[in-house]
Each structure stands twice: as structure tokens, then as C-alpha cells.
């Protein structure tokens, strides 16, 4: 166990529907990480969150957003899905930011989302 | 950008033997972070194994090692001793050392160990 939980497990939506994924990081971590896992693009980078405040972009649809609360817990939210969107998303979480030594990403279970 | 290719989609070991998994990266960077991930069928990424590249020793842990070739851009897992629970896919990862906070993971390498 990494300590990270992310809910729900598994997620079963229509195209067009907006849903919300939930991680929370491990207690003391102030980063937050979310990767989409596809068997397409395999595993991509989507966006960091340091402390509240976003930190890093990668290949994230403009129709994908993500927020992280007070108490360092994140939400990703997907909306106007579509087939293409059914993957595994991960959540991961480390104590700092990288670039000031060695971070480790602890890595949630994943929520599995298929779109129907 | 980084890149990282993992040339094997699928490898089968026997028990008790030892396997390589081979990975190559691309990177102008001088200063960078290198990892194994392994992912059973519960789908949890679990850290295998680090190596920073300014070290010249290879990882090990346990029965898990590295071969990293800085020059050569190549960053080799050897697992000795095989395992029913080695069975996994497993992901190479780049990490730079500073300035960036994503990995960059290669496509995998579905590793079967057959009893």
C-alpha cells in the first residue's frame, strides 16, 4: 500500500458525460501527479499540483481539468467524454517538487474509467 | 523532449533463471533520474529500482540490477532468480533532474515467468 487512495475504482460512463476522479496523496505530500494510462499512448503525464497551485502541464485535453483543495487532496475532472478517454488514470503523490533532489512519486491504485 | 523506447513488448523466463529488459532513452540533458516500474495484474505501480546518472555504480536491490550505460543511453534491468511473482508489466522511466516534474515512461515489457 502507498498510501495514496484515489476513488472511485472503477468508473462506467457514456460519451458526452463529465465525471470526477479523486486522489488522496500520502499524509506530508504536498505534490499531486495525475497520469492516464491508455493502450493507445500508454502511460502519459497529465499535470502536477504543488500545494495548491498547478505546476506542470503535459498532455492534457482542454477538455480535462484538475484542482487541488486545501486539505491536499485532488480532483481530476473529464467532461464531453468520449471512447477515446477510457483508461486507467493514476494518481501519484511525493513530498516536494522535483528539481530540489530526488522526489519518489508514490503511485495510487487507480481509477479505471470506461466510457461506453 | 525525452524518449524512452522499450524494443520488447513481451518476454517469457523460466523460474529461477535470470531475464534482461532493455530500455533506451533520449535526452540532451546531463543530470537525470532513471526507473524501473513494475505493474502485477492489481495494476498498483510499484518502483522497482533508481539510478541517478551522475552515479557510475549500478543499482541493485536485492535481486533486481541495473546496467547503465550513460554514453550508450541505455538503462537494462536484470532480474536473477526468477519469480512466479515477477510476473508483471514493467516500465522504464525518465525523470530529469531538475526544472520538470513528469516521467516519461516507455511502453512496457510484459514479462512472464513460467514455472
Known amino acids: 500500500d502507498s498510501g495514496v487512495t484515489q476513488t472511485p475504482k472503477h468508473l462506467i460512463t457514456a460519451t458526452g458525460q463529465r465525471v470526477t476522479l479523486r486522489c488522496s496523496p500520502r499524509?506530508?505530500?504536498?505534490?499531486v501527479y495525475w497520469y492516464q494510462q491508455s493502450l493507445d499512448q500508454g502511460l502519459q503525464f497529465l499535470i502536477q499540483y504543488y500545494n495548491g497551485e498547478e505546476r506542470a502541464k503535459g498532455n492534457i485535453l482542454e477538455r480535462f481539468s484538475a484542482q487541488q483543495f486545501p486539505d491536499l487532496h485532488s480532483e481530476l475532472n473529464l467532461s464531453s467524454l468520449e471512447l477515446g478517454d477510457s483508461a486507467l488514470y493514476f494518481c501519484a503523490s511525493s513530498d516536494g517538487l522535483a528539481g530540489e533532489g530526488y522526489n519518489e512519486q508514490f503511485f495510487g491504485p487507480g481509477t479505471r474509467l470506461t466510457v461506453l | 523532449a525525452q524518449t524512452v523506447t522499450q524494443s520488447q513488448p513481451e518476454m517469457s523466463v523460466q523460474e529461477a533463471e535470470t531475464v534482461t529488459l532493455s530500455c533506451t532513452y533520449d535526452t540532451s540533458e546531463n543530470n537525470y533520474y532513471l526507473f524501473w516500474y513494475k505493474q502485477p495484474p492489481s495494476r498498483q505501480m510499484i518502483l522497482v529500482i533508481r539510478?541517478?546518472?551522475?552515479?557510475?555504480q549500478n543499482a541493485t536491490e536485492n535481486r533486481f540490477s541495473v546496467n547503465f550505460q550513460k554514453a550508450a543511453k541505455s538503462f537494462s534491468l536484470k532480474i536473477s532468480d526468477s519469480q512466479l511473482g515477477d510476473t508483471a508489466m514493467y516500465f522504464c522511466a525518465f525523470l530529469p533532474g531538475a526544472g520538470s516534474y513528469q516521467l516519461t515512461f516507455g511502453k512496457g515489457t510484459k514479462l512472464s515467468v513460467i514455472p
Open positions: 539510478q541517478e546518472a551522475y552515479k557510475q
Open positions: 499524509s506530508g505530500d504536498l505534490s
